[in-house]
């Protein structure tokens, strides 16, 4: 009996790994005012907190928040996407869907290339949605990740309502370190906002339904402002002294016209009058510059990395290439 206390008091003295594993999430009070605002909104109370006490944490998902892709330099980000296997795999998710391209770009308004290049970049069309469970994950974030702990308690929140609305089991949404879910990688938030039912099946399937995965990817562009007049990145030079940092994010608010008075070249003609920002990248040739329009700031909306924004602008052209759009 001694022996067994004491090994219960060295153990509770060490913290013992099960604690870890098992961090208890429901006692926390952060979730207990999250599940106050739930309740508010119908949902059971006893159902949510239940689901808590079983979410785990997951350190793994803490390392690869502190490792992002996105702090490579550009040449070395853009090799990750850029790739001949990217755009035959976009050839053949094209080839499968080519009806429902057609149509989420006539009704909203985004050239079938960018819903491509985003599904692309996002989840290879569908071959990597992440295999974390989306509860685990946000709850590690919003509860154990200080850092960002507003913003993933949010989205975990957005979780509970997003299954109740969608009629989905919590437990199983699954989906990248993050939290995002489904071929278009969509967080709660936006899942909720942004998703469509573009087969008119009466659900918003973001996660086994390419069609509705489609559709909502060109939604959000749509919604954010996407503008199909305008063209997106367009390579300029003479442009070091109109960059303040390099790699950094865009602000769109320039003239073409204002950056070709300050001795930018090559800004096309067209977009003298639209409002633009010069991005510089560090290049695999040395820095690049490109004068990037409205559409790219939407891409950053998406993830706000201009790196993810280029990669996806690259991969796109390359598609309407390789599909002769
Ligand atoms: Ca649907």
Redesign the pocket.
Known sequence: MRIIQTIIIVASLLGSPLSLANPNYAERSEVKAMVKRLAAKGLDSSAVLTLMSEAKRLDTVINAMNRPAERKKWKDYRAIFLKPARILAAKSFYQKHKRTFARAELQLGVPVEVILAIIGVETYFGRNKGSFRALDALATLGLDYPKRAKFFLGELESLFLLAKEENLSVTDLKGSYAGAMGFGQFIPSSYLAYAI?????????LIN?P??AIGSVANYLMRHGWDDAYGIASVVSNAASSVKKMESAIVIKETGSELMEQGVKGIPAAWAQLPLDVLGLHGIKGDEFWAVTKNFYVITRYNRSPLYAMAVTQLSEEIAKELAL
């Open positions: 039912d573009f087969d008119d099946d009466g659900r918003r399937d339904n069609v509705d």
